[in-house]
């Protein structure tokens, strides 16, 4: 199958790349022609696009797409999934497949306040208050998190704690207060078949991280987590992969932090610990058969580092031209 990954210069398109390149035929894309994802793959096969943002982005992927012969684009950028979806109808009657969430499933996992309010009866969530002029003095002890409402990730992410860096936080709608919980965070990569069914969920301890990224984690058969994490999952609609976390509260009990609806970077742990998710999506687009019930996985411990690639400064040149 041919396919295009987007999002070439992050750790997820990489991780795709792991698992598909020697069974598929694979393009990667990315806005910046220095992307390292880009270079994993012959010169006529990557590809410069706009941002995920960008007006321009859809049809000029869509294009490249047709020019190609793409059955299968794959983003792994979020600002790229909701404008996708929007087109969807587009790439589908041209033949290729969008193997992503719902546009409403994608809305509601990037508004973090909306998926709280969505899931807090279908699983524990944090205690949480959206920053305004006239919300009421916030539950002591400090300290409390402070992030966007929107976006995604760990970004703008500030630690509150005491009153001084809480009159610091705009008071605008856009920041989420939220308790701050101080357990152990677990990152569950999950797999729901397109009729609804789960058969994949792989809890992966966040050990040690380095700019967000995790790059010492282990999985581990933690049943709770993984049932929590299904429920999570499931009751915001998810279709294919995604990304589910969770953190130890002071009580104990895990609570939802947030739901990507895309491939993590850091599924070559899952794919050696027994799960290839990015086998199973293209599986399931090829019509092959899924599994019925929640696939096994072994405990692992996977340390991350930087290795090099080189290549001739023309390639790049060419690329960026």
């Known amino acids: 199958m041919k396919i ?16 598909l390149d020697a069974a598929h035929t694979l393009y990667m894309a990315d806005m910046d022609a220095r992307a390292p994802g880009l270079y994993l793959v012959p010169a006529d096969r990557r590809l410069v696009v706009p941002r995920g ?21 794959i983003s792994t950028v979020d600002a790229e999934l909701v404008p996708l979806a929007l087109a969807r109808t587009e ?8 193997p992503q969430a719902s546009l409403e499933t994608l809305r509601l996992c990037r508004d973090k306040l909306a998926l709280l309010e969505h899931l807090k009866s279908v699983v524990p ?14 539950p002591a002890p400090f300290p ?4 966007p409402r929107g976006g995604s990730g ?25 308790e701050y919980m101080p357990g152990e965070e677990y990152s569950v990569d999950v797999f729901v078949r397109a009729d609804g069914r789960c058969i994949a969920a792989v809890p992966r301890e966040r050990m040690k991280t380095d700019s967000g990224i995790a790059i010492t984690a282990r999985t581990v058969h933690a049943a709770d987590v993984i049932d929590v994490a299904v429920r999570a999952a499931q009751g915001a609609g998810i279709r294919g992969v995604a990304n589910v976390q969770f953190r130890r509260a002071a009580d104990g009990v895990f609570k939802l932090l947030e739901i990507n609806p895309r491939f993590p970077g850091t599924l070559p742990l899952t794919a050696a610990a027994g799960v290839d998710i990015p086998k199973l ?41």
Not at 125 to 138: C, F, H, K, M, Q
């Open 91 to 98: 790439f589908e009657d041209a033949g290729i497949r969008l």
């Open 4 to 19: 295009m990954l987007t999002g070439a210069g992050g750790p997820a398109a990489i991780s795709v790349w792991k698992s």
């Open 53 to 73: 943002d960008d007006a321009s982005f859809p049809s000029a992927v869509l294009k490249a797409c047709r020019e190609r012969g793409i059955e299968a684009l």
């Open 144 to 147: 409390w998190f402070a992030k």
């Open 125 to 138: 969530v944090p205690a949480y208050a959206v920053l305004t002029e006239a919300t009421p003095a916030l």
């Open 281 to 321: 999506l293209v599986d399931e687009i090829e019509g092959k058969p899924l599994p019925d019930t929640m696939m096994p996985f072994s405990e692992l411990m996977s340390v991350r580092y930087l290795t090099e690639k080189f290549v001739d400064p023309q390639e790049w040149r060419d690329l960026a031209a």
């Open 154 to 178: 760990s970004r703008d992410l500030t630690l509150i704690e005491n009153a001084d860096a809480l009159n610091a936080v705009p008071r605008d709608g856009s920041m989420l207060i939220q």
